[in-house]
């Protein structure tokens, strides 16, 4: 398998295989987001609880697991650029803190537009709404390091450590409806045994889940090109696409 | 001829050298503890001196306050050594990094958050918190403020060359000091109303340890790529 990744290291390699990737990526994300909200907003039962209000979640928990899902991806990019020294993964962290930052603000967006008429209130300072609100300020802070600094290399150095630290934040937030007993509900859908959820509710979710993961996939894969165009700006196959996107 | 200075050598010599450099700049010290001090009053007048409101929010009050004394005091940490090259000698020298980085921040936490838990007491009876919750607030200060400095040290060794490093800071460090936070304003709300209160100090006893262990490792690595 080594062999097999290994030209994918070179910026060039990379760069064409994931100018590629985006257009799969944009038309899966099309389909399977019209479907599973169509599904989810328009065919799936209203909670017999919850009533029509319910159906925000199929935006609010596909955003939530994706704002902690894309953390961990870039601390494992984190942990890659530190370990083995990679060029690309300096450019993938930088690629998908802005977008992890984007959806943990729907996250908690959604959620505060949720809990006005579940809960009577817009923000609480519940154990999960606080560590989800810190894990912005993280986001927030990886995006500040790595503008702060004039040399690339570097500073994607230290954005590097920043993101494994803060990695300590995850299982906080995952696990904070079971530690503590507060407002917000108990998992639903991110636990290893069957989903305490109808099916016909169950299967839009994963729907919508997986279309938005392809659309932040896909975000994230056209960040990365301009990441790896800014770090290889003097490189002559750089120099080569640009003259020939001009002419 | 002494090759090499073993390990605890090296620890002292490193812990006596930043301790003479904060004494010989009082204003080092002197400076976040009036910040602290200053910080309360604010609150106190600023909320209203009423002694039944001031008992309620003063565990918060003190402890918010503490940290931002501590990541006023911080920037210092490396800084100096960072500009007049002597950062690099000590990370270029035999000794390994992790006992330099953890003589560098417990001389900081002896410089500036010994004297912050001796004064606490006092701005707590200014506060008006109640008597029982002294005892919790003395020992999660002891126990809570290494943790503020080993982390801090993360951040600031990842800042030091930076010109403007300062408010960055505060965004990289403040998040990470949240569960700190919780853990111990919880366990001096709980001492001051005479619940038991051990349950917290252990976990944030148990947060010192880990990040004794883990933090000058990724002091250490944060300040190799600072230094080039």
Known sequence: MWKWLHPYANPEVAYQFTEKLIPWFNVIAAILLSVGLFMGLAYSPADYQQGETVRIFYIHVPAAILSMGLYFSMAIAGFCALVWQLKLAHAAIAAIAPVGAAFTAIALITGAAWGKPMWGTWWIWDARLTSELILLFLYLGVIALDNAFDDKSQGAKAVSVLALVGVINLPIIHYSVEWWNTLHQGATVTKFAAPSMAMSMYIPFVICFFGFAFLASSMICKRFLGQVLARNSLRPWVKQLATAKEG | ?228
């Open chain 2, 1 to 228: 001829m002494n090759p090499a200075l073993s390990y605890r050598q090296a620890f002292k010599t490193i812990l006596l050298r930043d301790l003479k450099i904060a004494l010989r700049h009082r204003d080092d010290i002197l400076n976040p503890l009036l910040f602290f001090i200053i910080v309360i009053t604010l609150f106190a007048i600023g909320v209203g001196a009423m002694p039944n409101i001031l008992m309620k929010i003063a565990p918060g009050v003190i402890w918010v306050a503490a940290l931002l004394s501590t990541l006023l005091s911080l920037e210092r940490l490396f800084k100096n050594d960072y500009q007049d090259g002597s950062l690099e000698q000590l990370l270029l020298s035999p000794c390994p990094v992790f006992i330099l980085v953890l003589a560098k921040i417990f001389a900081h936490w002896l410089g500036t958050s010994v004297p912050l838990i001796l004064l606490a007491p006092l701005l707590a009876m200014m506060m008006n918190l109640h008597p029982d919750g002294y005892m919790a607030l003395f020992l999660t200060l002891l126990l809570g403020t290494p943790i503020l400095s080993l982390l801090g040290a993360i951040g600031v060794a990842l800042t030091v060359s930076l010109k403007k490093g300062g408010v960055l800071l505060s965004l990289l460090i403040l998040p990470l000091y949240i569960p700190v936070l919780i853990l111990a304003t919880a366990a001096v709300e709980a001492a001051a109303s005479s619940y038991p209160y051990q349950g917290h100090l252990a976990i944030i006893a148990a947060l010192f340890f880990a990040s004794l262990i883990t933090a000058p490792f990724a002091v250490g690595a944060a300040l190799k790529v600072s230094t080039n």
